[in-house]
């Protein structure tokens, strides 16, 4: 039947099979052009309202709940008159009767039928597959799967490089569980990046504490004695210790129902350029199932396109054609913006252009072809990945801004441009937000239609820069360029990273003042735009909680460096460094007879003396180090964190015949009321005896010089590259006033001080006036900020004596044996 002899009054009958984003935005296409065209049905295999899979990872992550990443709630389809079937699958089509039969029972006829039924994650045939503790990671049941292994088990491997499998790792890892990648290809998302840029994306996921095993092919997974994967073994015989195993290498169009009602598949549902089935006109496919002149779409992008094609001819406009995406990749794996499109590894004829600066982490690269834009990777700096997308796709010459192309749109001044705004020069169709498919047009459009005037508001309307985040800055540039005087930008200041709008004190402040206690409390609090959080605000997070909230506000192991989480400091080869704590420099033979045992016991390659007058044991194995702890009986070190390192002194009035004060007792006395002091970055103190300066007092971040009558406090010094003289702050009288000048000087900085702020450019920042007016003129002040600092100092513990003597945490550091 044609739906034009349908009964007068009735409406035809749309059915739905799959509530997935794909197919609920072409509703939403549809709704917009004709709300009340159809009689629409909804078959959903999963029991949940359509969620955003983008967001998956944060949830994996603890970041996020359930119900903040679904996009369309139960309302939602009650409001638009449509029938929700959720935790039903389809499992048949009667194409002759018309007619869906789900796994329940449940059967609903159709006039018009759209299957959506998305991809299915890829298990490679291996023995082990099929043991308890393997799985993919799709939706949200493989989520809460993964999220109840980590609250059991300790050690997990994600199998599969690319993006999903990355951000797997790195929720897995905020989860607690030391995780390492398998990966097949010589380098991280090889269909997204090019070597450099993966091996600086692998830099920094190390940095975070995942591992990898790059070129890697598995061979089984093998079990343990309680039946559960314990192990997965290589091609080449090696093994590695898994109590989870979680598959991440690619996914399949998920054409089993199509395929049983005889539709026509290969490598997908393949439809025309209306969506149309080739088979029968009546059923319709888009997503991940279709393929569409030969090639299936995994992006958000070219699967939104295709629902709004697919909605116009539903819609009876029949105007619109899909004739294929050319498609780029702009993302923020754990946190770091990539981009790349078009054939960016280069090739036979063409040229490249690049940017390489990976101290400041950012890499570009540009592939010309016969004076064309062939293809980019961007990392770390993508805000020109839409630009150099447009130059790609329109195919123009280059050859007219060559010379300015590495810098982007905003550097080409008169060159075609005249000095407008990206926003400007974009035209109507740019997208500019690849996660859900907006593009300029559409912001403008609601905008204007909508009155919208701050960022808050376009992101409710359009979804524009409400996934990743990454396109942000873009959004308010057409705000502001479609608003004109009507838009009042904020002022400009450095925000903490790219997952917030705030600085570094604003956060500080609103942890203090709204007395925030966790991470997941603050981003939620301040509204982060990436749920998640990135490489560098977790730990400067996780610092600003537990030294403004001793005692009360959580410390997260898994956003500090995998140094402070090991409680070692990492060698390149993966071995670690061992420092005990030596108090002012001083030791007994008792503890250099334990050095020495322990050193011969765990077969320690290097024994070495620091310039911190300290012993090193390098070449420590992971799995020693509790044993090593307990062995040396020795305080931690702390050579490892951002804390207190050393406090180095000279033999002082005690030996020296030159000395006028006890250098040795002060550093020692300094050490331990101190020693257990986390900081925004190392802390190193030094004592000398008399102004000889045999300790070099003059380049630490305090220094205290004896002199006749007393002590000579110095401030803010720094040894390392670039050497900064400390500056004079007070002479007291006694070890007392050292000791609390020193103290509140040091909290003042523990307060104030940005993460990873050395104490020079700290007080550089405030300005030594202002240190003063703290540290000397209120003295009421300065008293309270050192009661504060031993407060702190009180709630601490060793982590070397709780892990050798108390056993926590002990699973961090043990090897399962197969």
């Known amino acids: 039947m044609d739906m034009s002899e349908l009964p007068q009054g009735k409406k035809p009958r749309l059915i739905l099979v799959g509530n997935g984003m794909a197919g609920v935005r072409t509703l939403e296409e549809l709704l917009k052009l004709d709300g009340s065209l159809y009689d629409i049905t909804v078959f959903g295999s999963e029991p949940h309202p359509n969620y955003n899979r983008i967001l998956l990872s944060p949830v994996l992550a603890g970041e996020q709940t359930l119900e903040e990443i679904v996009l369309n709630t139960r309302e939602w389809y009650a409001e638009n008159g449509i029938t929700l079937h959720t935790g039903k699958t389809v499992v048949s089509i009667d194409r002759a009767a018309r007619q869906v039969v789900a796994d329940d029972g449940t059967a609903a006829g159709y006039d018009r039928l759209i299957l959506a039924t998305g991809s299915c994650p890829y298990i490679p045939p291996l023995p082990g597959t099929d043991l308890p503790g393997v799985l993919a990671y799709r939706d949200i049941a493989d989520t809460q799967a993964m999220i109840e292994a980590a609250r059991q088990y300790q050690n997990a491997v994600v199998i599969g490089g690319g993006l999903l499998g990355l951000e797997a790792a790195n929720g897995l890892s905020l989860r607690g569980m030391d995780v390492t990648v398998v990966h097949l290809n010589a380098w991280l998302m090889e269909r997204q990046l090019d070597p450099a840029?993966?091996?600086?994306?692998?830099?920094?996921?190390?940095?975070?504490?995942?591992?990898?095993?790059?070129?890697?092919?598995?061979?089984?997974?093998?079990?343990?004695?309680?039946?559960?994967?314990?192990?997965?073994?290589?091609?080449?015989?090696?093994?590695?210790?898994?109590?989870?195993?979680?598959?991440?290498?690619?996914?399949?169009?998920?054409?089993?129902?199509?395929?049983?009602?005889?539709?026509?598949?290969?490598?997908?549902?393949?439809?025309?350029?209306?969506?149309?089935?080739?088979?029968?006109?009546?059923?319709?496919?888009?997503?991940?199932?279709?393929?569409?002149?030969?090639?299936?779409?995994?992006?958000?992008?070219?699967?939104?396109e295709q629902g709004r094609v697919l909605a116009n001819h539903l819609a009876r406009h029949g105007i619109a054609r899909y004739e294929g995406s050319v498609t780029s990749t702009k993302l923020k794996v754990t946190g770091i913006d990539l981009f790349s499109a078009g054939h960016f590894l280069g090739g036979e004829g063409c040229e490249e252009i690049l940017l390489s600066d990976p101290i400041g982490g950012v890499y570009k690269k540009l592939v010309i072809k016969d004076d064309q834009l062939a293809g980019a990777v961007l990392y770390g700096d993508t805000k020109d990945g839409a630009w150099y997308f447009r130059l790609l796709r329109e195919g123009r010459s280059v050859r007219d801004i060559r010379d300015h192309l590495m810098f982007g749109e905003d550097h080409l001044g008169d060159l075609g441009h005249r000095g407008e705004t990206r926003a400007a020069a974009m035209q109507d169709g740019d997208e500019v937000c690849g996660c859900n498919g907006v593009c300029k047009g559409a912001i403008v459009k609601a905008i204007k239609d909508k009155g919208l005037f701050t960022l808050e508001e376009v992101r409710k309307h359009t979804k524009a820069s409400s996934s990743c985040g990454s396109c942000t800055g873009l959004v308010e540039q057409i705000l502001a360029f479609t608003l004109g005087g009507d838009y009042s930008e904020a002022p400009k200041v450095k925000a903490l990273c790219g997952c917030t709008e705030h600085t570094h004190l604003d956060v500080r402040a609103a942890i203090r003042d709204r007395k925030l206690l966790s991470i997941p409390e603050v981003m939620r609090q301040l509204e982060w735009r990436t749920p998640?959080?990135?490489?560098?605000?977790?730990?400067?997070?996780?610092?600003?909680?537990?030294?403004?909230?001793?005692?009360?506000?959580?410390?997260?192991?898994?956003?500090?460096?995998?140094?402070?989480?090991?409680?070692?400091?990492?060698?390149?080869?993966?071995?670690?460094?061992?420092?005990?704590?030596?108090?002012?420099?001083?030791?007994?033979?008792?503890?250099?007879?334990?050095?020495?045992?322990?050193?011969?016991?765990?077969?320690?390659?290097?024994?070495?003396?620091?310039?911190?007058?300290?012993?090193?044991?390098l070449g420590v194995k992971k799995q020693d180090l509790p044993g090593i702890w307990a062995d040396l009986d020795m305080p931690s070190g702390h050579a490892y964190g951002k804390a207190l390192r050393t406090v180095k002194t000279c033999v002082g009035s005690e030996w020296c015949r030159f000395g006028t004060q006890d250098s040795t007792r002060m550093g020692i006395d300094l050490e331990k009321a101190l020693w257990k002091m986390w900081a925004p970055h190392k802390v190193k103190l030094a004592v000398s005896g008399c102004p000889r300066n045999c300790a070099e007092v003059a380049i630490k971040d305090v220094g205290v010089l004896g002199v006749d009558s007393g002590w000579e406090i110095y401030v803010a010094g720094n040894g390392g590259i670039k050497t900064e003289v400390a500056q004079f702050l007070v002479k007291v009288k006694d070890a007392a006033e050292v000791l609390e000048y020193s103290g509140a000087f040091l909290q003042l900085y523990r307060e104030e001080g940005i993460y990873l702020e050395r104490t020079v450019h700290y007080v550089a920042r405030v300005g030594m006036d202002y240190v003063q007016a703290r540290v000397l003129t209120d003295a009421e002040g300065r008293r309270a900020l050192y009661a504060r600092l031993q407060f702190a100092l009180q709630q601490e513990k060793d982590p070397w004596l709780e892990r050798a003597r108390d056993g926590v945490q002990q699973h961090e550091f043990a090897t399962i044996t197969l």
Not at 253 to 275: M, Q, S, W, Y
């Open 197 to 304: 840029a993966a091996a600086l994306l692998q830099q920094s996921l190390q940095a975070k504490g995942l591992k990898f095993r790059l070129g890697a092919q598995t061979a089984q997974l093998l079990p343990g004695e309680n039946g559960r994967v314990a192990a997965v073994k290589f091609k080449d015989g090696s093994t590695l210790s898994a109590d989870l195993v979680v598959f991440a290498v690619g996914i399949r169009p998920n054409t089993e129902l199509a395929e049983a009602a005889k539709l026509h598949c290969h490598r997908g549902i393949v439809v025309t350029d209306t969506l149309q089935t080739v088979t029968d006109p009546r059923i319709y496919a888009v997503g991940e199932c279709v393929s569409h002149r030969g090639v299936a779409y995994g992006l958000v992008a070219p699967l939104f």
């Open 532 to 617: 998640n959080g990135c490489a560098t605000c977790r730990p400067a997070l996780n610092y600003y909680l537990i030294s403004t909230w001793p005692g009360e506000a959580q410390d997260d192991p898994q956003s500090r460096y995998i140094n402070e989480r090991a409680h070692a400091n990492i060698q390149k080869d993966g071995s670690y460094s061992v420092i005990p704590r030596m108090w002012g420099g001083q030791t007994t033979p008792a503890e250099l007879k334990r050095i020495a045992l322990v050193a011969e016991k765990y077969h320690v390659p290097t024994v070495k003396v620091t310039g911190g007058q300290r012993i090193d044991l």
